[in-house]
């Protein structure tokens, strides 16, 4: 009767690791998932950073060049004051 009440338990102990291994596979794939959208997320992330960068570096651009022509300007407009005007 011993054993028969033995191999009940270990029966029973069994399908509880099995029943456990199930939900644990369950979670690591919900793992998974998640992982993978917050990798795309990221990358998306990193093409929008890359993008402002882009769009940083034209304005900083336009702003040397309009910052050149404003130094011109003033420089024309000093020389201006002491050539003579007819």
Do not use: C, W, Y
């Not at 029943?19 to 919900?30: G, M, Q, S």
């Not at 992982?35 to 336009?62: E, K």
């Amino acid at each position: 009767m011993a054993e028969g009440v033995t191999q009940d338990l270990l029966h029973e102990l069994l399908r509880r690791m099995h029943t456990r291994f199930d939900k644990i596979d369950n979670a690591i794939n919900e793992l998974r998932s998640d992982n993978l959208f917050i990798r795309g997320q990221i990358h998306n992330l990193q093409g929008d950073v890359n993008s402002m960068r882009g769009s940083m570096a034209q304005m900083d651009q336009r702003l040397d060049h309009i910052e050149k022509r404003l130094e011109l300007r003033e420089l024309a407009e000093a020389q201006a004051r002491f050539e003579p005007h007819p």
